[in-house]
């Protein structure tokens, strides 16, 4: 079975309503993954105010990271959140996206190829899974990110 078949699109560039061809026939499913797609723009840019702009701006943002448990509220504190762990990147690279549903959820995945001096030496790999529903207007609401944390790249 195909990623189309389970609603689920990989990235290749650039994400739009034009480009998600969703498998619901609600339209607030569309607009959900439309704004999940310009989450992952922003990723792609590195232009965390893009990423921010997808999220509801009393966002619940929790993250299962390799060291600890992360827990922040309200779209206002995502920014300093995404600042920390990648401000500092140098290289940066989106080399894997996917965007879906899962059981009436957003689905995100991406993995970023990076470097970054403060982390060491070579090219790193970050992996996330991030699991959302839709707010009123679509923008991302009880996010729950999963990360790989910096892997070197072999």
């Known amino acids: ?7 689920r699109r990989p990235y290749n560039g650039r994400m739009n309503s034009t480009s998600l061809q969703h498998d619901t026939s609600g339209a607030d499913d569309q607009i959900s993954l439309a704004v999940a ?3 992952i723009d922003g990723l ?4 965390f105010g893009v990423v921010v702009s997808a999220l509801d701006d009393d966002v619940v943002f929790r993250a299962l990271l390799p060291d600890r448990v992360l827990d922040v509220g309200g779209s206002n504190a995502v ?4 600042d920390a ?3 500092r990147a140098e290289q940066w690279e989106l080399v894997e996206a996917v965007v879906g549903e899962v059981g009436g ?3 995100l995945h991406w993995r970023l190829r990076l470097t970054n001096p403060d982390v ?9 899974q991030l699991y959302a529903d839709a707010g009123a207007d679509g923008r991302l609401c009880n996010v729950a990110l999963l990360c790989t944390g ?4 072999r």
């Open 37 to 39: 797609a310009r989450f």
């Open 44 to 47: 792609a840019a590195r232009d």
């Open 105 to 107: 959820r957003i689905h």
């Open 150 to 153: 910096y892997r070197p790249e």
């Open 79 to 82: 920014p300093s959140t995404l």
């Open 1 to 7: 079975m195909t990623d189309a078949a389970f609603g």
């Open 85 to 87: 762990w990648f401000g």
């Open 120 to 128: 060491g030496p070579g090219t790193f790999l970050v992996e996330q």
